[in-house]
């Protein structure tokens, strides 16, 4: 079965840069989405299609893919971003999560 | 404004079957073309997708759940439901109901219900 895997944890600074990875085979072929989960919330797309944000979605949200890897970048990182990130593909018809990243905001 | 409000009991026993119905709101299922699908999430664990539904009953379900997960749709009620059979421990969770982001497709999955906490115990 298809796997990604996503490091368990990234700390970053209030307005520093945070990258979460997303690692899978040829992911780069695939287009991958990206989750935000804060605790007791139901998961919110921040990104779709590889690169696309949803409407509502800020600009310091951007995410890119291309390999075996694909990668959210989250520019001038705010306290209100601290919360579980998933990315997430699909391939015949099959859905895959990453198992998630907690990114705190030290 | 679309919404998804995922219901059914809270507490099942160990080897029954979950039943879990989730009632669209602001949209049709059955004219608007999207697949349906259902996600569940163990506490404190990742997001584990079960599987999607067309308005027509086409599925596709994840295929370490596919020997007891069966989902099906109602039109006339505009819910689309679950169920999965031989409960154990294994299959508490958060199980939340969300719409794939493309007509006719499995994709990304947007807007997401508020989830629903079945815990398996007796």
């Known amino acids: 079965s298809y796997v990604l895997t996503q490091p368990p944890s990234v700390s970053v600074s209030p307005g520093q840069t945070a990258s979460i990875s997303c690692s899978g085979d040829?992911?780069?072929?695939?287009?991958t989405s990206w989750y935000q989960q804060r605790p007791g919330q139901s998961p919110l797309l921040v990104i779709y299609?590889?690169?696309k944000r949803p409407s509502g979605i800020p600009e310091r949200f951007s995410a890119s893919n291309s390999g075996n890897t694909a990668t959210l970048t989250i520019s001038g990182t705010q306290p209100m971003d601290e919360a579980d990130y998933y990315c997430q593909t699909w391939d015949s018809n099959t859905v895959m999560f990453g198992g998630g990243t907690k990114v705190t905001v030290l | 404004q679309l919404q998804l409000q995922e219901s059914g009991p809270g507490l099942v026993k160990p080897s029954e079957t979950l039943s879990l119905t989730c009632t669209v709101s602001g949209g049709s299922i059955s004219s608007s073309g999207y697949y349906w699908g259902w996600i569940r999430q163990p506490p404190g664990k990742g997001l584990e997708w079960i599987g999607n539904i067309y308005y027509s009953g086409n599925t596709y379900y994840n295929p370490s759940l596919k020997r007891r997960v069966t989902i099906s749709v109602d039109t006339a009620k505009n819910q689309f439901s679950l169920k999965l059979s031989s409960v154990t421990a294994a299959d508490t969770a958060v199980y939340y109901c969300?719409?794939?982001?493309?007509?006719?497709?499995?994709?990304?999955?947007?807007?997401w219900g508020q989830g629903t906490l079945v815990t398996v115990s007796s």
């Open positions: 969300a719409r794939p982001g493309e007509v006719g497709a499995t994709t990304w999955f947007d807007p």
């Open positions: 040829e992911l780069g072929e695939k287009y």
């Open positions: 299609q590889d690169t």
